[in-house]
């Protein structure tokens, strides 16, 4: 009995010490070290800091608060994450990782708080610093980024170029082919004023790559050569390795050389004198610059388009200019959709439906094609939210849409558009759209509440930045005029834009003096005083500006002949004409990117 108690009582011992034991253990299984590695917090921001509050060593506690900033950042907690990084201010360790590590976190709270041009102040790693890779990887990503949004792309591409030397030659390949679209849409003169930055020679080289394709492109000799001597002063860039592919085809696109050009316009009847400016600015082109070896011919279009082609075509046409108007093109369209067009050819106007050939360019002073343009220069200037106001018209509404387009590309939102009509309803139509109607409502139904005594101004909108007005000249004064007496004293003024079509013939007039501070598009050569356009203004003193854009249409068009093979195949180059900076499009639309102007005390001064 005895010994039956004593066995029960060791088996109870036994029982109860391997329960204590078990609890010991639990209690004494440590929970996993965080990875103090920084580039990315997987975890919460509270287990970072218990971490931080444990660590015996200075760095490793900034470690983990650094960690702990980032992960306030991954939850949208940007309050928390600048408290952590401001008490780290006090006793910070001066290393160079973590110190460039405070400021990408603080340039990442600051582009939340105070926007890209506070956060990219703050994002500045003094060169000297002795950083790992990915660390470099980060920045120079993270900066390329900001300086996007900020429409800033030369110093986006100088970025890129750096964050490629840091990449494996697969990614830094992708890193290139941004760098070159980028660059492509750029002006000429742009890229050449950075192609010489002895500190970033990757950069430079980037930009003097893109100087040499704007720049040759229309001659493939010269195109070559300067791409050879490029290659030899860079071999070791990426670029010098495997050039861009649209510059492989400006190298092996064969240019025109056409010896006899047939021009097809309406040389009698009713159309000949829209036609005659457009003539006469071809036979300019063909005295002042164009090869003397060519033969320029005109065939009158009034007789039939068909007919006006097949002598040109009997006489030994090589390149056709023409024809001008709608319906003629429509007519050559649908023989060139029966194969019985062969001759290359630059139409000088465009329809809304055609088939791309490689061989057919079109080329119109198109006002849709100003708008997207306009849409583009109020991105560029920063503008958020533009409002239109556009005359209730075909035109105005072509414009209004393709407009709207653009700027849904640009910023995937729509422009708001109001139409207006003449006369009384075009000051309604402001009213309304500057939000000045409500604001009246309001104080009529005080003054019924409170009183005819009540003074009180009318508010107009604040959200706007910027007013498009698409409208003909006649209208342009008064519409203006709506505007400021609609403003509210207590808004602040928004940019005033307008396009070409609402130009005053007599810039001049009283009438002008009222367009202050307007900026306004238009073609370069109309912008600027110079011996032609006073030889224009003599020879021809009854022209309108209509008529003088179709002069310089024709100028451009016979001087566009021997360029349209490069400017196709690389779409990146633009050719500085008189009516713009033209460039191809993959469908062989000539495209205008045109000049601007602000109206200053009655003088229209280039921008």
Known sequence: MIKTMNSAKIIGAVIFATVLFGCASQTQVKQPVLSAALGSATHKPAAYLAEASKAKLPEKRDRYRLLAAHAYINDGNYTAAEKVLKMMLKDRVQEHTLLAEHIYLSARIAEQI?????????????????????????????KARLYKQAKLPIDQVRQLSLLSTFLPSFEAAKVSDAIWK?????????????????????????????????????????????????QRNNPYHTAAVKLPSDLEKALNAKPFRPKNIAVLLPLSGPRAAVAEPIRL??????????????????????????????????????????????????????????????????????????????????????????ASDAARKLFQDGINLPLLLVSNDPVGKRMAESF???????????????????????????????????????????????????????????????????????????????????????????????????????????????????????????????????????LWSQWSYSQK????????????????????????????????????????VIERQLSWGRYQQGVLTPQ
């Open 114 to 142: 105070a926007g890209n041009e506070t956060a990219l102040a703050l994002l500045d790693y003094p060169p000297h610093w002795q950083l790992p890779q990915s660390q470099r990887i980060t920045y120079h990503r993270y």
């Open 182 to 230: 980028i660059l492509q849409p750029l002006q000429e003169e742009t890229v050449k004023g950075f192609a010489k930055d002895a500190l970033n020679p990757t950069f430079a080289g980037w930009l003097q790559l893109a100087y040499i394709a704007k720049h040759y492109a229309v001659d493939p000799n010269q195109l070559v050569l300067h791409l050879g001597q490029w």
């Open 281 to 370: 600015g071809i036979l300019s082109s063909y005295q002042s610059q164009f090869d003397s070896k060519a033969s320029v011919n005109f065939y009158d279009t009034q007789l039939g388009i068909e007919q006006a082609y097949q002598q040109a075509v009997s006489a030994g046409a090589e390149f056709v200019i023409g024809p001008l108007l709608p319906e003629e093109v429509e007519k050559l369209q649908n023989l060139n959709d029966k194969g019985k067009l062969m001759l290359p050819q630059l139409f000088l106007n465009q329809t809304d439906n055609f088939t791309p050939k490689a061989h057919q360019f079109y080329f119109s002073l198109s006002p849709a094609q100003e």
């Open 404 to 538: 709207n387009q653009a700027w849904f590309g640009l910023t995937q939102n729509n422009a708001e558009i109001h139409y207006y009509n003449p006369g009384d309803q075009m000051k309604l139509t402001v009213q309304e759209a500057l939000g000045v109607k409500d604001s009246q409502a309001r104080i009529a139904r005080m003054k019924e509440l409170l009183g005819s005594k009540v003074e009180a101004d009318f508010r107009s909108r604040r959200d706007i930045d910027a007013i498009y007005m698409v409208s003909p000249a006649q209208d342009l004064s008064l519409l203006k005029a709506f505007l400021d007496v609609n403003f509210s004293v207590f808004a602040k003024p928004v940019a005033l834009y307008t396009t070409s079509r609402s130009r005053l013939e007599n810039d001049s007039g009283q009438a002008v003096q009222e367009l202050n501070k307007l900026m306004i598009s238009d073609i370069p050569w109309l912008m600027n005083d110079s011996s032609e356009t006073r030889m224009v203004n003599t």
């Open 549 to 588: 854009r179709l002069y310089i249409m024709g100028f451009d068009a016979l001087d566009l002949v021997n360029r349209l093979a490069q400017m196709r195949a690389f779409p990146g180059f633009q050719f500085n004409g008189r009516s713009g900076a033209l460039s191809v499009k993959p469908n062989g």
